[in-house]
């Protein structure tokens, strides 16, 4: 397994060198002249020389991309033009709402998913069977920002004043907010690294509330999530219950399975122990491929509900031309999507042994 | 030896049919590709007729038109004194059903062009990767490697964001995001057929390789680039809606899907018609080519195959 690891390790490296290329490229690249892209059409020459040498645009290109990586692994992922803060700062402020967009969307699309596709599997060609499907192909062929706003109508609107209604926007109801954990626990002097750590956890709801007690604000924060999850949810939900559905009747299909049932075994353990197992491999596949939908999926929704993430920081990057936050979240974005493409290799291959000599 | 007179069995109807003959038959009586195909058939009728259809222009507002006023039908109660708009209006006093009507053009458009940019420059990276082998084999790889890094759509805002907000700069963004897939599907028919006996016959008699790869190997791509290409039709509709929607896609006026929703995002409370009905355009538009795709699979896959 460390070997199996550590090979997947030493093949990313190329990979991460693409990715930092390309994200130091997407600044260097915009057509125009970066001072005036950056500093406005009213920079005067001199001011330009400065900013030039500054940022280091007179050296070689290769020292500038050297420049890049060095102060990438020292946290350094520039100034954010428009709010004159590190980016850093504003990824340990926005990231962790995004992450726990993802991770709700995720929770809510495997229960669903792996749900109705075993469901559909062991009632094949009934109604429900039929009727999931169908929800199923429609499911992957809606806009996730439709779908978004469609619920977020049916939940605030039509629903309201029921005990399921639920708020259509925002992170908490207003005055509600998380506390930073360095104020709470009144730290004084913290710098780099750590602030960082402990401005990311102070974000992460669930962690502050652990942390300084405030269940309310994390309950609050909880209901406002469940509608941004269901919508960004359910279309990988629709993807996975598909393959589930294929993946248990291919098993279901296979010559261990009749054996178990010849000799005699009873009926729920030949599902747990034969048939899970085997079919759980093309779902964790799945499930990770659709991790990329889901994060994608989460920048769009942010923007419908009107969430305090990544994504709409993004969005309103990209129009206000605010290109080192754009450089910093989309290095961010990619680096988490390649993290969780390797959790999902290693336990792809902690349950198929054969994939670990690969 | 007796001999066994066929003639007791009736003349054995010798029945040849071409694979693409036997498949197209299969296609037709697949389910859910019948489906698919109606839907697409009716969505192509009304992008090439959306003039004749269409009420209004889809461009030019009504002046007379309350802004975001509800769907009028006729037929549903609406007085006949008031002007019919099947959709409502949107914001800017235009006709929502003629610009969803025209929408269509745009989104069949943008589908076809993409998948077409993809095909062509992910076969010709993918045949040269499979064909040379080696440290191009091990380049062009990496490099799709790194472009499957990203989330798609994350990448197309990329891309989007150096070329600038635009509907073309988003086609060639969504284009570029699709090559990978492509090239690693070329790639592997072209490396699963390379070694065959009839290539390397081919090659000892000294046919060019070009001619090779275009005229031997590369046909057998063709079935599942079918599949492939129809369901990228689809993924390639809904990121250039997403692209629309937030504002990086298709600038004012134009009457696309994703656009409309974009612009009218704040008024789901007030005014939802103007939300629901080109969301449903995109819905089954995506839904047709999925459809058809799925079926296209089903019936083209010879390892589905349980005859």
Same mark, same amino acid.
């Given at each position: 397994?460390?070997?199996?690891?550590?090979?997947?390790?030493?093949?990313?490296?190329?990979?991460?060198?693409?990715?930092?290329?390309?994200?130091?490229?997407?600044?260097?690249?915009?057509?125009?002249?970066?001072?005036?892209?950056?500093?406005?059409?009213?920079?005067?020459?001199?001011?330009?020389?400065?900013?030039?040498?500054?940022?280091?645009?007179?050296?070689?290109?290769?020292?500038?991309?050297?420049?890049?990586?060095?102060?990438?692994?020292?946290?350094?992922?520039?100034?954010?033009?428009?709010?004159?803060?590190?980016?850093?700062?504003?990824?340990?402020?926005?990231?962790?709402?995004?992450?726990?967009?993802?991770?709700?969307?995720?929770?809510?699309?495997?229960?669903?998913?792996?749900?109705?596709?075993?469901?559909?599997?062991?009632?094949?060609?009934?109604?429900?069977?039929? /009727?999931?499907?169908?929800? *199923?192909? +429609?499911?992957?062929?809606?806009?996730? $920002?439709?779908? &978004? !706003?469609?619920?977020?109508? #049916?939940?605030?609107?039509?629903?309201?004043?029921?005990?399921?209604?639920?708020?259509?926007?925002?992170?908490?109801?207003?005055?509600?907010?998380?506390?930073?954990?360095?104020?709470?626990?009144?730290?004084?002097?913290?710098?780099?690294?750590?602030?960082?750590?402990?401005?990311?956890?102070?974000? /992460?709801?669930?962690?502050? *509330?652990? +942390?300084?007690?405030?269940?309310?604000? $994390?309950?609050? &924060? !909880?209901?406002?999530?469940? #509608?941004?999850?269901?919508?960004?949810?359910?279309?990988?939900?629709?993807?996975?219950?598909?393959?589930?559905?294929?993946?248990?009747?291919?098993?279901?299909?296979?010559?261990?399975?009749?054996?178990?049932?010849?000799?005699?075994?009873?009926?729920?353990?030949?599902?747990?122990?034969?048939?899970?197992?085997?079919?759980?491999?093309?779902?964790?596949?799945?499930?990770?491929?659709?991790?990329?939908?889901? !994060?994608?999926?989460?920048? #769009?929704?942010?923007?419908?509900?009107?969430?305090?993430?990544?994504?709409?920081?993004?969005?309103?990057?990209?129009?206000?031309?605010?290109?080192?936050?754009?450089?910093?979240?989309?290095?961010?974005?990619?680096?988490?999507?390649?993290?969780?493409?390797?959790?999902?290799?290693?336990?792809?291959?902690?349950?198929?042994?054969?994939?670990?000599?690969? | 030896?007796?001999?066994?007179?066929?003639?007791?069995?009736?003349?054995?109807?010798?029945?040849?049919?071409?694979?693409?003959?036997?498949?197209?038959?299969?296609?037709?009586?697949?389910?859910?590709?019948?489906?698919?195909?109606?839907?697409?058939?009716?969505?192509?009728?009304?992008?090439?007729?959306?003039?004749?259809?269409?009420?209004?222009?889809?461009?030019?507002?009504?002046?007379?038109?309350?802004?975001?006023?509800?769907?009028?039908?006729?037929?549903?109660?609406?007085?006949?004194?008031?002007?019919?708009?099947?959709?409502?209006?949107?914001?800017?006093?235009?006709?929502?059903?003629?610009?969803?009507?025209?929408?269509?053009?745009?989104?069949?458009?943008?589908?076809?062009?993409?998948?077409?940019?993809?095909?062509?420059?992910?076969?010709?990276?993918?045949?040269?990767?499979?064909?040379?082998?080696?440290?191009?084999?091990?380049?062009?790889?990496?490099?799709?490697?790194?472009?499957?890094?990203?989330?798609?759509?994350?990448?197309?805002?990329?891309?989007?964001?150096?070329?600038?907000?635009?509907?073309?700069?988003?086609?060639?963004?969504?284009?570029?995001?699709?090559?990978?897939?492509?090239?690693?599907?070329?790639?592997?028919?072209?490396?699963?057929?390379?070694?065959?006996?009839?290539?390397?016959?081919?090659?000892?008699?000294?046919?060019?390789?070009?001619?090779?790869?275009?005229?031997?190997?590369?046909?057998?791509?063709?079935?599942?680039?079918?599949?492939?290409?129809?369901?990228?039709?689809?993924?390639?509709?809904?990121?250039?809606?997403?692209?629309?929607?937030?504002?990086?896609?298709?600038?004012?006026?134009?009457?696309?899907?994703?656009?409309?929703?974009?612009?009218?995002?704040?008024?789901?409370?007030?005014?939802?018609?103007?939300?629901?009905?080109?969301?449903?355009?995109?819905?089954?538009?995506?839904?047709?080519?999925?459809?058809?795709?799925?079926?296209?699979?089903?019936?083209?896959?010879?390892?589905?195959?349980?005859?």
């Amino acid at each position: 397994m460390a070997q199996f690891l550590s090979r997947r390790l030493v093949l990313l490296i190329p990979v991460m060198v693409g990715i930092l290329l390309i994200t130091f490229a997407i600044v260097r690249l915009i057509p125009g002249d970066p001072c005036v892209a950056m500093l406005g059409e009213k920079a005067t020459p001199a001011t330009c020389n400065a900013f030039r040498e500054r940022y280091g645009m007179n050296d070689n290109i290769m020292v500038q991309f050297g420049h890049y990586i060095v102060n990438i692994a020292q946290g350094d992922f520039g100034m954010s033009l428009r709010f004159g803060r590190p980016v850093v700062d504003l990824i340990a402020e926005r990231l962790p709402m995004t992450i726990e967009l993802t991770i709700g969307a995720m929770i809510f699309s495997v229960i669903a998913g792996v749900g109705l596709g075993i469901v559909s599997a062991l009632r094949r060609n009934s109604w429900l069977d039929t /009727l999931t499907m169908i929800l *199923a192909n +429609l499911g992957v062929s809606m806009p996730v $920002f439709w779908l &978004g !706003l469609m619920l977020a109508y #049916l939940f605030a609107i039509i629903l309201k004043g029921t005990p399921i209604s639920l708020p259509p926007s925002a992170r908490f109801t207003a005055g509600m907010g998380l506390d930073s954990l360095i104020k709470v626990w009144q730290l004084q002097n913290v710098g780099g690294f750590q602030k960082f750590m402990l401005d990311f956890i102070s974000s /992460l709801s669930l962690s502050n *509330a652990i +942390l300084t007690g405030n269940w309310s604000t $994390f309950l609050d &924060g !909880l209901r406002h999530i469940i #509608l941004p999850s269901i919508a960004v949810g359910t279309i990988p939900m629709a993807t996975i219950a598909r393959i589930t559905r294929s993946s248990i009747l291919e098993v279901l299909g296979q010559d261990y399975v009749r054996t178990a049932r010849a000799k005699g075994m009873r009926e729920s353990m030949v599902i747990t122990k034969h048939v899970m197992a085997n079919a759980l491999i093309p779902i964790i596949t799945i499930i990770g491929i659709e991790t990329g939908a889901l !994060l994608s999926g989460a920048v #769009l929704t942010e923007t419908v509900f009107s969430l305090p993430g990544i994504g709409t920081a993004l969005v309103n990057a990209i129009l206000g031309r605010d290109y080192p936050v754009v450089q910093g979240f989309t290095l961010v974005i990619a680096l988490v999507f390649v993290f969780v493409n390797l959790i999902v290799d290693a336990s792809y291959a902690y349950l198929d042994p054969r994939i670990r000599l690969e | 030896m007796t001999d066994i007179n066929l003639s007791l069995f009736g003349e054995i109807p010798h029945k040849r049919q071409t694979p693409l003959v036997e498949a197209f038959s299969r296609l037709i009586h697949h389910r859910s590709a019948q489906a698919g195909m109606v839907m697409l058939g009716f969505l192509i009728l009304v992008a090439v007729f959306a003039a004749q259809i269409a009420p209004y222009d889809p461009i030019v507002p009504i002046k007379t038109a309350k802004r975001r006023d509800v769907p009028c039908i006729h037929l549903l109660g609406c007085p006949a004194g008031q002007p019919e708009h099947f959709f409502g209006i949107d914001g800017n006093s235009r006709d929502l059903f003629s610009r969803v009507v025209f929408g269509s053009r745009f989104s069949l458009v943008i589908g076809i062009v993409t998948v077409s940019f993809a095909i062509v420059t992910g076969g010709l990276v993918g045949a040269m990767a499979g064909y040379l082998g080696g440290w191009v084999d091990n380049l062009l790889m990496r490099c799709m490697d790194v472009l499957m890094a990203f989330p798609s759509l994350l990448l197309a805002i990329a891309i989007v964001t150096v070329l600038g907000p635009g509907l073309i700069n988003a086609l060639l963004a969504i284009g570029i995001v699709s090559i990978p897939r492509f090239a690693r599907l070329i790639r592997s028919t072209v490396l699963s057929v390379k070694e065959l006996d009839y290539v390397t016959a081919s090659r000892a008699i000294g046919v060019p390789s070009m001619r090779i790869l275009f005229v031997h190997i590369l046909p057998n791509a063709i079935t599942p680039l079918v599949v492939q290409g129809t369901l990228g039709i689809a993924t390639a509709i809904l990121d250039a809606a997403a692209l629309s929607f937030l504002g990086l896609g298709a600038e004012k006026p134009t009457p696309e899907w994703g656009l409309m929703m974009g612009e009218e995002r704040n008024s789901v409370f007030s005014a939802p018609h103007l939300l629901i009905f080109p969301g449903l355009a995109i819905m089954m538009t995506v839904l047709s080519f999925n459809l058809l795709g799925d079926g296209l699979r089903d019936v083209l896959d010879p390892r589905l195959r349980t005859e």
